[in-house]
């Protein structure tokens, strides 16, 4: 399927990949107004152009309101219209194993699409539309009433699934050390936690292929600690995806460790946004006063200039956290300082 795609371009390959991961073929990108069309965010003249252009989906790497949705789809009618959110959530479903995930998934869908259902209502005018927002007056009414008991259900089912997940957590966590591996998605965090479990799990250039954490326990000189593997970050993350993966997310809350991977392969200036951003979000879930090791991985791909970026990396870091008790320079790919990483992580264990 071939996709248009309206980005920033600081946020363009990001936006590039996201699509691509989605299942999409980026077709053509045009750059987001510095202005938002107040019916329509994109220009009118590219909406006009898009009506008979031949793709399938339309992407606005943004967060679009309800009224840009229903006159998007009103124009384009034979297009899929997705913004940065809907864009997220279909690569979380692509990849979600558990039941948590799909649930979460579901309700952060739900939650995004009933102020454009409700919007559609309070103007009773929607026959163009597609899907549940094509029903007619009526069936919008039906739509919506359906929407509410869905998120009332999966709300109750989340709820029961975050205190039995909460309660297991502290359960472990007090038996064996929890150690997570957070960081910026395609940062090769789940490289890492192959190369410290010497497991296999699945790693490629998509992004979010860990949608559900994974757990491994690790073991050296009768010192035992459970690593997990969490789902990755973005910049400008919406704070719908914070909220509905919460519970995904606490496995970071309720760690004693944490192991902050840092891709250093990235040109500087989106290194040190990421590096930023990774800190941002911790601080959205309210982890703070954690040891933290800093891991600087891919650095084979960088020749000489890995330990200049490390230390730019750690500086920032260090400004933005405490306590930052190490930075480790590795490639998982090739095994480089995988052993000390190991050594360092276990020196923080009781």
Not at 269 to 275: C, E, G, N, P, R
Not at 277 to 295: A, C, D, N, Q, T
Request: no cysteine; glycine share 6%.
């Amino acid at each position: 399927m071939k996709a248009v795609v309206f980005v920033s371009q600081d946020f363009a390959e990001e936006a590039v990949s996201l699509v691509e991961t989605a299942g999409y073929k980026v077709d053509k990108i045009y750059p987001l107004p510095s202005k938002p069309n107040r019916l329509f965010y994109i220009p009118q003249d590219k909406v006009k152009l898009l009506k008979d252009y031949e793709a399938d989906a339309l992407v606005v790497f943004d967060l679009l309101a309800p009224r840009h949705f229903i006159n998007l789809n009103r124009q384009l009618n034979n297009k899929k219209v997705l913004d940065k959110l809907i864009l997220l959530l279909e690569i979380f479903a692509l990849h979600a194993g558990s039941k948590e995930a799909k649930l979460q998934i579901e309700l952060a869908r739900l939650k995004y699409e009933l102020p454009i259902i409700k919007d559609i209502y309070s103007k009773a005018k929607s026959t163009e539309q597609q899907g549940p927002l094509g029903s007619g007056t009526y069936g919008v009414e039906s739509a919506l009433r359906l929407y509410s008991r869905k998120i009332s259900k999966i709300t109750r089912e989340l709820e029961n699934l975050k205190k039995f997940r909460e309660t297991q957590l502290r359960s472990r966590v007090e038996n064996i050390p929890f150690i997570a591996i957070a960081g910026y998605t395609n940062a090769g965090k789940t490289s890492i936690f192959n190369a410290l479990t010497g497991l296999n799990q699945a790693t490629d250039q998509s992004m979010f292929t860990t949608t559900t954490p994974k757990r491994y326990a690790i073991s050296e000189k009768g010192k035992k600690a459970m690593l997990v593997d969490t789902v990755g970050f973005i910049r400008g993350i919406p704070p719908q995806i914070i909220e509905a993966f919460f519970v995904t997310l606490s496995e970071i809350r309720y760690a004693n460790t944490l192991l902050l991977v840092v891709d250093l392969s990235l040109e500087d200036s989106l290194l040190m946004d990421m590096t930023k951003s990774s800190f941002g979000i911790l601080r959205e879930l309210g982890i703070s006063g954690k040891p933290m090791i800093v891991v600087g991985n891919k650095a084979d791909i960088v020749n000489g200039k890995s330990q200049d970026k490390m230390e730019l990396v750690t500086s920032l870091s260090t400004e933005l956290y405490s306590p930052i008790v190490d930075s480790v320079l590795v490639s998982a790919k090739k095994g480089w300082n995988i052993d000390l990483l190991r050594d360092r992580v276990f020196a923080l264990i009781n």
